[in-house]
Antibody, heavy 119, light 111 residues
Framework: QVQLQESGPGLLKPSETLSLACSVSGGSASSSNYYWGWVRQSPGRGLEWVGSVYYNGDTQYNPSLKSRVTVSITTSKNQFSLKLSSVTAADTAVYYC???????????WGRGTLVSVSS | QSALTQPASVSGSPGQSITISCAGTTSDVGTYNLVSWYQHHPGKAPKLIIFEVTKRPSGVSSRFSGSKSGNSASLTISGLQAEDEATYYCCSYAGLVPFAVFGGGTQLTVL
């Protein structure tokens, strides 16, 4: 059973860059069967897909965030990462890392990590 | 505004059945049989309960079922139980751009 675990700072100031990592255990980030992605939930709002990376480094991003988002993968460490630049209070959210196959079958999720943006 | 439209809330009594709708467009739900549904309890990770419109992952109760007609998908929960009280989200593939779109979520209350 694959397990995912997010890590990274929980508090940022406006204009800083959010950096999160997701460690994969019980499975391989080198698998060609899955994408590895990030989904966030802002306070009082629904889920929002942020972006995803394939084992070979191919990426897909939410168009509304594309100019600020980078998702990358390090198969040798069995982990993938999220960077979101120029954050504002609107980027305050719980960020989940997740595995997905079949395009949008997000079948394994991390527990989520709260990232707050405040001056 | 979310790309997929769901009702904000639904409710039902134990033992009853409820259906949650997920309205999309010809760019997502209407074109691809790639709709998934998630159950989300507060403070926990979302759980995949339906994928590819109608399929259930191993271990998910047969009380959960999915369907699609035109540009809309639906999730039906039969034999409601107290533990079903949660927020439910639909998600659809929408082509290479924007790839994945979620609905705004539906809060299910079991009366």
């Amino acid at each position: 059973q694959v397990q995912l675990q997010e890590s990274g700072p929980g508090l940022l100031k406006p204009s800083e860059t959010l950096s999160l990592a997701c460690s994969v255990s019980g499975g391989s980030a080198s698998s060609s069967n899955y994408y590895w992605g990030w989904v966030r939930q802002s306070p009082g709002r629904g889920l929002e897909w942020v972006g995803s990376v394939y084992y070979n480094g191919d990426t897909q991003y939410n168009p509304s965030l594309k100019s600020r988002v980078t998702v990358s993968i390090t198969t040798s460490k069995n982990q993938f990462s999220l960077k979101l630049s120029s954050v504002t209070a609107a980027d305050t959210a719980v960020y989940y890392c997740a595995r997905h196959g079949g395009a949008v079958d997000f079948d394994s999720w991390g527990r989520g990590t709260l990232v707050s943006v405040s001056s | 505004q979310s790309a997929l439209t769901q009702p904000a809330s639904v409710s039902g009594s134990p033992g009853q059945s409820i259906t949650i709708s997920c309205a999309g467009t010809t760019s997502d739900v209407g074109t691809y049989n790639l709709v998934s549904w998630y159950q989300h309890h507060p403070g926990k990770a979302p759980k995949l309960i339906i994928f590819e419109v109608t399929k259930r992952p191993s271990g998910v109760s047969s009380r959960f079922s999915g369907s699609k007609s035109g540009n809309s998908a639906s999730l039906t929960i039969s034999g409601l139980q107290a533990e079903d009280e949660a927020t439910y989200y639909c998600c659809s593939y929408a082509g290479l751009v924007p790839f994945a779109v979620f609905g705004g979520g539906t809060q299910l209350t079991v009366l």
